[in-house]
């Protein structure tokens, strides 16, 4: 029950919060800077989900040719940044990084 209970508060402060700032701001389109800012947002977010995990595999930084998760990573980038085709990328970083863990001791 109490698990619920946080969850319900997660919610409602997350739902004011966001409710908020369309309260303020109502039907007025948001100044260009704060739009042009806001694009980044995911990217940013993206990345700081991503990063560690190739980056930090063990807990501590490896930036070794061992690291599979990170060799696996730079195939998916390389992909996507060719091709543009983020299932594509997102299918051969999966491929390269069970490849590479099968392979790598």
Known sequence: MEDWLIILGMVA???SARLSVIALLGER???ELIAR???YVPPAALAAIVFPALLLPE???DLSAGNARLLAGLA???VAW???RTLLAIGV???ALWL???ALP
Do not use: I, K
């Open 13 to 15: 402060v997350t739902y």
């Open 29 to 31: 389109p948001l100044p």
């Open 37 to 39: 800012a806001l694009r």
């Open 59 to 61: 807990g501590t930084p």
């Open 76 to 78: 998916a980038a390389v």
């Open 82 to 84: 060719r091709t543009r």
């Open 93 to 95: 970083g999966m491929a």
């Open 100 to 102: 590479l863990q099968a």
